[in-house]
């Protein structure tokens, strides 16, 4: 399968600043354990639809062979720490729509409030934002670069309930 930088570097976009090599390992970045463990207590997690084998958060679990953006999410709660590359938007877009099919989505990202998949599916459809304090330290990289975000997607979030009020 082809990567999700397209063949370019990741974050800033701009080869050598954060550089390919860079960017490739940040894919693979793992969540920090205490933020992990805080949220698999308050919702019980039972899918991460984008690891490895060693690097899996749930018994269920979808690496880059199977694919996890082909997957059903839709009967899990699933915990979603995506490839921080230019595909990103995907598995953004990939939340939402697995949301409205049933799923619960907790998704840790970089909180870059600027790009057009936070406009057009967090700002409008996510039940919750919330922006950490500080900078993550991620297993496999050092301090991240970026400001990080939790959001929450959920069946019926705010717009879909907002829209099926007829006044
Ligand atoms: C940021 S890491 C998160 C790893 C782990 N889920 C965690 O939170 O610690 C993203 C993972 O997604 C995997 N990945 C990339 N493309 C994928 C795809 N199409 N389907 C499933 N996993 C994929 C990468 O190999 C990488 O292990």
Redesign the pocket.
Known sequence: ?KD?LGGKSGFFGKPGSFGLSGSMK??????PTDV?DKLNKAYDFTL?????KE???CEK????E????QQDWSKDVV??????GRGINKWIEKAYLESRMGAVVVC?IPARVDTRYWHDYIFPYARQITFLKGRLK??GGGNAPFPSAIVEFKPHSRKQLWNEVKI
């Not at 940040?26 to 969540?31: D, G, V």
């Not at 679990?61 to 880059?64: G, K, S």
């Not at 915990?79 to 921080?84: A, H, W």
């Open positions: 399968m999700d940040s894919n693979e970045w793992t969540t992990f991460d639809p984008c690891c490895t690097s899996a958060l679990f979808y690496t880059i199977e694919d996890g953006l915990f979603m720490n995506p490839p921080y840790l991620f297993g």
